[in-house]
């Protein structure tokens, strides 16, 4: 299966788990306009009037290293985040997936080295299976 798909697989069984976990209706593709100067409209892959939701079906590596890009893609998103308007409540949703050598996942990786760039009002999930946890 080819990555992009993967992804869709994962964002459509995210809208799911999340809609029905939390009673909510998201629309996809969200778009909402931020900036620091002036603003410009990014679109949130789900959201409504009160919730902005990001979801990253990220990895390790087959070699079980760091996959640095996308670290650096979760950090954007944290920008985006922080560009949002106050009132959204606003959320991350990571697929979990342990690496074998320290038994951490992608998103507790992300945290551990990262907190300084998640902003106060961003929560973080992970997805196993069926499962839906907060982790931040």
Not at 63 to 70: L, M, T
Request: charged share 30%; glycine share 6%.
């Amino acid at each position: 299966m080819k990555n992009n798909e993967k992804g869709i697989l994962f964002e459509k069984q995210v809208k799911e788990l999340f809609e029905r976990e939390y009673d909510v209706k998201l629309e996809a593709e969200y778009p909402l306009e931020i900036g620091f100067k002036s603003l410009k409209s990014h679109k949130f892959d789900f959201g409504n009037s009160k919730i902005l939701l990001e979801c990253k079906d990220y990895s390790w590596t087959s070699g079980n290293n760091i996959p640095s890009a996308k670290i650096c893609h979760l950090k954007e998103v944290m920008l985006y985040f922080h560009l949002a308007p106050k009132n959204y409540k606003k959320i991350l949703i990571l697929n979990r997936n342990i690496r074998g050598i320290n038994g951490e996942s992608v998103g507790e990786y992300f945290i551990r080295l990262n907190k300084a760039f998640i902003p106060e009002d961003v929560e973080i999930f992970e997805i196993e299976n069926e499962n839906i946890e907060k982790i931040y």
